[in-house]
T-cell receptor, first 111, second 115 residues
Framework: GQQLNQSPQSMFIQEGEDVSMNCTSS?????WLWYKQDPGEGPVLLIA?????ELTSNGRLTAQFGITRKDSFLNISASIPSDVGIYFC???????????FGTGTRLKVLA | DAGVIQSPRHEVTEMGQEVTLRCKPI?????LFWYRQTMMRGLELLIY????????DSGMPEDRFSAKMPNASFSTLKIQPSEPRDSAVYFC?????????????FGPGTRLTVT
């Protein structure tokens, strides 16, 4: 099936560093969701975005809905070891339940 | 609050056997989704129910796959007969009324291995 492009695919960072990742699409979306998945678990919803240009925070996480509506960004500030996991973006067009999921960014935090 | 509950968490079966995966959505949610996750294809939507009615089953790979939602608190995904290529993690997700399915909450998944 179709997947969104996420970058980077994986990253190693030091504890305390800030992290940035993005998700791009060839299609315009009206909703973006960001999830985190731990090994052996289901994706956990982190942030939902509904408007172009919207900036939403959830604790140390901040996500933005790109102005072009073809991309979204997730930032994690002052990373900690429990931030380790795979981060997925998901985009959908208006009025639809059909999300297209990204390929995932695998984050590893070095203590 | 209880999240989406799935059972079993792990299932190992032999090719040709019937497999039934179960899901209890979050209470009050009126939309339910079944997904399959593999390394090659990522997360794929199999079927979507709204108010217990199947709305879109276009993602169901073959007639060997079937899903039911007899009431608002229970759904099953059945594979009969199972094949090795069905090995994957199967997730159930639910969404609250009024969101149009925008916010989907996932269960812990069932890891299926077909030998």
């Amino acid at each position: 099936g179709q997947q969104l492009n996420q970058s980077p695919q994986s990253m190693f960072i030091q504890e305390g560093e800030d992290v940035s990742m993005n998700c791009t699409s060839s299609s315009i979306f009206n909703t973006w969701l960001w999830y985190k998945q731990d090994p052996g678990e289901g994706p956990v919803l982190l942030i939902a975005l509904y408007k172009a240009g919207e900036l939403t925070s959830n604790g140390r996480l901040t996500a933005q809905f790109g102005i072009t509506r073809k991309d979204s960004f997730l930032n994690i500030s002052a990373s900690i070891p429990s931030d380790v996991g795979i981060y997925f973006c998901a985009g959908a067009t208006s009025g639809t339940y059909k999300y297209i999921f990204g390929t995932g960014t695998r984050l590893k935090v070095l203590a | 609050d209880a999240g989406v509950i799935q059972s079993p968490r792990h299932e190992v079966t032999e090719m040709g056997q019937e497999v039934t995966l179960r899901c209890k959505p979050i209470s009050g949610h009126n939309s339910l989704f079944w997904y399959r996750q593999t390394m090659m294809r990522g997360l794929e939507l199999l079927i979507y129910f709204n108010n217990n009615v199947p709305i879109d089953d276009s993602g169901m790979p073959e007639d060997r796959f079937s899903a039911k939602m007899p009431n608002a608190s229970f759904s099953t995904l059945k594979i009969q007969p199972s094949e090795p290529r069905d090995s994957a993690v199967y997730f159930c997700a639910s969404s609250p009324a009024g969101t149009g399915g925008y916010e989907q909450y996932f269960g812990p998944g069932t890891r299926l291995t077909v030998t």
